[in-house]
């Protein structure tokens, strides 16, 4: 395993809360992305990073930021949490290789 | 853009059966293909990858994967299902030079196996 780490791993928010979730990587990779898993839907990438400060829109990235100030620390944010943004959250890593290696997940509940 | 069809939402084998989860892929040049499983509650781990070569890939717990381009196919087997294989399988594709080197993933096959 490529030693990610997501913080936390359960969240129960109120609608219109703002929310971060953490994603750490030991690994020293170059890319890290966030995903959403629904059923139904697998996995679909919200928004990923290839550097230091260098981030990019996923394929559902509306009502979600992302910031990467430190190679090993990737962040999630919800501005404004909504139900619909009830899902679990996967971070993942990647070298030059286009292997992805996955954290735990993050079950976020928004009420 | 590339996109990836997984056609079996649910497979129920019997342990010691054969196995195969079916995917089919989009994605007009040499693709690189993936197999992950993920366990009730646990993130996803990488079974097998094809990025050239031998289109028959051998990968962790006993699966293999054969790469059809003409079928633009990349099936998962395993010749004897174990209880533990009990677990939701997933395939994705990646593109040569995509930015981010981004993956594209089905939506899944939930394998059951019965005793």
């Known amino acids: 395993d490529a030693g990610i780490t997501q913080s936390p791993r359960h969240k129960v928010t109120e609608t219109g809360t703002p929310v971060t979730l953490r994603c750490h990587q030991t690994e020293n990779h170059r890319y890290m992305y966030w995903y959403r898993q629904d059923p139904g839907h697998g996995l679909r990438l919200i928004h990923y990073s290839y550097g230091v400060k260098d981030t990019d829109k996923g394929e559902v990235s509306d009502g979600y930021s992302v910031s990467r100030s430190k190679t090993e620390d990737f962040l999630l944010t919800l501005e404004s949490a909504t139900s619909s943004q009830t899902s679990v959250y996967f971070c993942?890593?990647?070298?030059?290789?286009?292997?992805?290696?996955f954290g735990p997940g993050t079950r976020l509940t928004v009420t | 853009a590339q996109s990836v069809t997984q056609p079996d939402i649910h497979i129920t084998v019997s342990e010691g059966a054969s196995l195969e989860l079916r995917c089919n892929y989009s994605y007009g040049a040499t693709p690189y293909l993936f197999w992950y499983v993920q366990s009730p509650g646990q993130g996803l781990q990488l079974l097998l990858k094809?990025?050239?070569?031998?289109?028959l890939v051998q990968g962790i717990k006993g699966f293999e994967a054969e790469f059809k381009r003409s079928q633009s196919s990349f099936n998962l087997r395993k010749p004897s299902v174990h209880w533990s294989d009990a677990a939701e399988y997933f395939c994705a594709v990646g593109a040569s030079k995509a930015a981010g080197n981004k993956l594209t993933f089905g939506g899944g096959t939930r394998v059951l196996v019965k005793p």
């Open positions: 993942a890593t990647g070298g030059d290789s286009y292997e992805q290696y």
């Open positions: 094809y990025f050239s070569g031998d289109t």
